[in-house]
């Protein structure tokens, strides 16, 4: 039996292992899934008794992403523009890491949704992994300006800087957004809301009724944002859980060759109780 797990702090909200049994039984495939919940500083040695113990593979959620890019023997094109892994593969006696968080996002928004991303400026809240995560590809799918704003105004350079593509990705002081005008889109990657500040104090300017509003989070953790983006008069609002689903199956699809199906299962927890569960 293959060895897979999650790897984050806290973790045991994480949906994934029941993401991946479901893909997993679908497809057929013998593996199993762990939640291993460690911090960043013994992040080395998690990862190296998980391989001892015969892991493949495993993803990394909050606050961990970054931690383990550094550790990644090799990481692929998409993790080096994001400077984040949250997908690793256990390669040759090391680990080789991925970044499935901004093709996870697509996937969600362009195919679940129906939305085209192309011409929409961007407003990214949060510069840390899940935002280094989505913001390579935003830039891919067409977003023809994507402005990052943080509280650490540093953190927030650094990744627009990593991105390399100072034409189109900038950074803005967190204060300075309510002279930044309205965008057509803003996205939330922020953990206000899980590290319990129930509100971002967001401009209402900066939104119009056209502005598509996504919190990378879901549950609870995204009910401040979404209740921000309603106020402000937004038609389009999306939380993280399409995207946690889509970003699961792309890292299926590496580990076992094969993409699962994701609607019915996304239809499945949607029908739940989601504000039970926060974002991985």
């Excluded at 009724?209 to 008069?233: C, H, K, Q, S």
Aim: with cysteine; aromatic share 6%; hydrophobic share 45%.
């Amino acid at each position: 039996m293959s060895h897979y797990a999650v790897f984050g702090h806290p973790v045991s909200h994480s949906l994934s292992p029941r993401i991946h049994a479901e893909f997993a039984r679908q497809v057929g495939v013998t593996m199993d899934y762990a939640a291993i919940d460690t911090t960043a500083e013994n992040l080395p040695q998690a990862l190296q008794a998980f391989a001892d113990a015969g892991g493949k593979g495993g993803n990394v959620t909050l606050p961990l992403k970054q931690a383990a890019f550094a550790l990644c023997g090799v990481n692929s094109l998409r993790a080096v523009r994001a400077g984040a892994a949250n997908t690793l593969v256990r390669n040759e006696g090391q680990w080789h890491g991925d970044n499935t968080d901004g093709v996870g996002l697509v996937r969600d928004l362009t195919e679940r949704h129906g939305l085209d991303l192309r011409g929409r400026r961007t407003l990214l809240l949060g510069a840390g992994g899940a935002a280094r995560g989505v913001a390579p590809a935003l830039l891919d799918a067409g977003v023809p300006e994507l402005v990052i704003a943080n509280r650490s105004s540093a953190r927030a350079d650094a990744l627009a800087d990593v991105l390399g593509d100072p034409e189109r990705a900038h950074s803005r002081y967190w204060d300075d957004l309510v002279n930044q005008g309205n965008f057509g889109m803003i996205i939330n990657a922020t953990s206000a809301a899980r590290d319990g500040n129930d509100g971002l104090a967001l401009p209402t300017q900066l939104s119009t009724p056209r502005t598509l509003a996504v919190d990378l989070n879901y549950g609870e953790a995204a009910i401040p944002f979404m209740a921000w983006a309603r106020a402000a008069g937004c038609r389009d609002i999306v939380d993280g859980l399409g995207m946690l689903v889509e970003q699961a199956a792309a890292s299926f699809e590496l580990w076992h060759g094969v993409r699962p199906d994701t609607t019915a299962l996304h239809d499945a927890l949607r029908a739940e109780d989601a504000t039970l569960f926060t974002a991985d």
